[in-house]
């Protein structure tokens, strides 16, 4: 698959989920809602992964350290970070935090992985960033983040976190993406349902029929599918081009909240749009040196 399109449809369905969320959000609690995705994500992969030729479920047994790793910082990490960060930081500057994941990525590899990075490259990530800052600026500029300087730094964690989970999936160079990350979100729900538990009582859940469906939709579409094509965009393309789908994921939210809520979109975020689509030019080699020969 083009990775263009393998890059859409993985920002495409990420962006759709917070439509779904929405919808269970006042009924569900953060925990719970990340212990259903991971869980209902894995069975689903679990299922998918009984129609596979038995060399493609076999499973190198060196992976499982990488998959638990994974699992903490991609899954378990991230989401206690979050939910705390969100508690004091305004949603704008949070995307704007969160959108640094192909940052704290590039720089990742090139301190610690030794990693050399194209000055396309570089010039790729700070546009995308900049694309971001245009589409998520905050009404009252940055006076949020000094407002919540403890929020906004377990946002930033958050995103960190994020990144280095992008650069160690790179380790699942081998055999089938879906096995990888059953793997990783059954282990993931090891840590979450516990947590639910524990802190939200969620035994004590009670929800409607259409929310049960919307959880379901979820954890299928949103966990298992979504991240099963996310680690094959890794191994395709690596850690760097994948991490982009931050970037596109608030474009695709906003996209789909004007046709579909008819939200209105203001210039500053088109501009935002425009930059992060240009950020994507600098980020392809031969698609810059098509454009310059033009």
Not at 87 to 105: H, Q, R, Y
Not at 178 to 206: T, W
């Amino acid at each position: 698959m083009n990775k263009y399109v393998l890059l859409l449809l993985i920002s495409g369905i990420w962006g759709s989920q917070f439509f779904f969320i929405a919808l269970v959000i006042d009924d569900v609690g953060v925990i719970t809602l990340s212990a259903f995705k991971a869980c209902i994500g894995g069975i689903c992969l679990l299922f998918i992964g009984f129609f596979l030729s038995k060399e493609e479920r076999r499973v190198n047994r060196s992976y499982y350290k990488w998959y638990i790793i994974i699992a903490v910082f991609e899954v378990v990490l991230p989401f206690a970070f979050i939910a705390q960060g969100q508690k004091t930081v305004p949603s704008s500057i949070a995307a704007m935090l969160i959108g640094m994941v192909p940052v704290f990525t590039i720089l990742f590899l090139i301190a610690f992985f030794k990693r050399k990075s194209t000055r396309g490259e570089i010039t790729s990530i700070l546009f995308g960033f900049a694309g971001i800052v245009f589409l998520s600026w905050p009404t009252q500029g940055f006076q949020d983040f000094f407002n919540s300087i403890q929020g906004s730094i377990l946002l930033i964690l958050a995103a960190m976190s994020f990144g280095l989970s992008l650069i160690i999936m790179e380790k699942l160079n081998e055999g089938s993406s879906v096995i990888h990350m059953r793997n990783v979100l059954l282990i993931a729900s090891a840590f979450l349902i516990p947590m639910s538990l524990l802190f939200e009582q969620s035994f004590k859940l009670d929800i409607e029929r259409s929310q049960s469906i919307y959880l379901a939709i979820l954890g299928i579409f949103h966990a298992g599918v979504v991240y099963a094509l996310f680690n094959r965009l890794i191994r395709q393309e690596g850690a760097l081009f994948t991490s982009f789908s931050n970037y596109i994921v608030p474009v695709i939210g906003m996209i789909l909240g004007f046709y579909f809520l008819h939200e209105a979109l203001s210039i500053h975020q088109l501009i935002g749009m425009g930059i992060i689509m240009m950020s994507l030019v600098f980020l392809d080699k031969k698609l810059m040196k098509k454009l310059i020969r033009k």
